[in-house]
């Protein structure tokens, strides 16, 4: 059964199961992505299941976009697979240093899974998330150093603070593998890449003591390069912060 679709009606915008399906499916089976049979069965559940708590989130956080991710991936396979095409991806010392791809921990990936987010492709070009740009995690979080690294390690929720209209709304984030299969389909779908002005932090991940921030260089050739750094709880730049983005699995 065919899943009716969610109209957020802040921006007009639809958050549409059946035609998010459709295209990650087919990004999955173009990469060969190995994913369960029932694979969209188990997504369709899940919006039916969460349905009237997804559109008062979307509603809160304004969230424009959605996407399904499989869940127990093997890493190190899933970057190979969503970065073909690209030119090969550039990795900092220190992002090596914490093990490269066999050396992330990420948490609330286990399961098949609908993302929320919003689908700016630039964290400056949206009202809400600009906002997060130069402030570092403990001013985002409203959590103290120690506190959020206990969080984070513990692979309990971020829980950042974003003013919507004067409201402040809790959010999460993303984790590597959310991010490397929403940027893989965006450019599969419009030819431009998220974040090549600013950097994401994933949040739901880590490597060794830092958080991954991942961005796209779009000068080394058409399809452009992943770049994969790392980052202190502490840094604070302007072109960097957590994309905001909320999980149901």
């Not at 956080?61 to 690209?86: C, D, K, R, S, W």
């Not at 971020?158 to 809790?170: C, H, S, W």
């Not at 959010?171 to 389909?185: M, N, R, S, T, V």
């Amino acid at each position: 059964m065919k899943a009716e679709p969610i109209v957020v009606v802040f921006e007009i915008a639809t958050l549409d199961l059946e035609n998010t399906l459709e295209r990650y499916l087919a990004l999955y089976k173009d990469r060969k992505v190995k994913i369960i049979k029932d694979f969209a069965t188990r997504i369709r559940e899940l919006w039916e299941k969460h349905r009237r708590k997804i559109e008062q989130i979307a509603l809160r956080l304004h969230y424009n976009a959605i996407a399904v991710i499989p869940g127990n991936l093997n890493l190190p396979e899933f970057h190979e697979q969503m970065t073909q095409g690209y030119e090969i991806t550039w990795e900092s010392d220190k992002f090596k240093d914490g093990g490269s791809w066999s050396g992330i921990k990420s948490f609330q990936v286990e399961k098949d899974r609908i993302v929320l987010f919003h689908n700016c492709l630039n964290l400056g070009d949206h009202l809400f998330t600009k906002q997060l740009l130069g402030k570092n995690l403990m001013q985002i979080s409203g959590f103290p150093q120690e506190v959020l690294n206990k969080r984070i390690i513990g692979k309990k929720p971020f829980k950042g603070q974003i003013n919507v209209y004067d409201k402040q709304q809790t959010f999460a984030g993303l984790a590597i593998e959310d991010y490397l299969a929403i940027q893989a389909e965006t450019w599969t779908t419009t030819k431009r890449h998220l974040d090549s002005e600013t950097c994401s932090l994933l949040v739901r991940s880590y490597c060794g003591p830092y958080i991954p921030g991942f961005y796209m260089d779009p000068v080394v050739n058409q399809a452009g390069q992943l770049c994969a750094d790392v980052f202190g709880f502490d840094n604070a730049d302007g072109g960097l912060a957590p994309r905001p983005a909320t999980v149901f699995d």
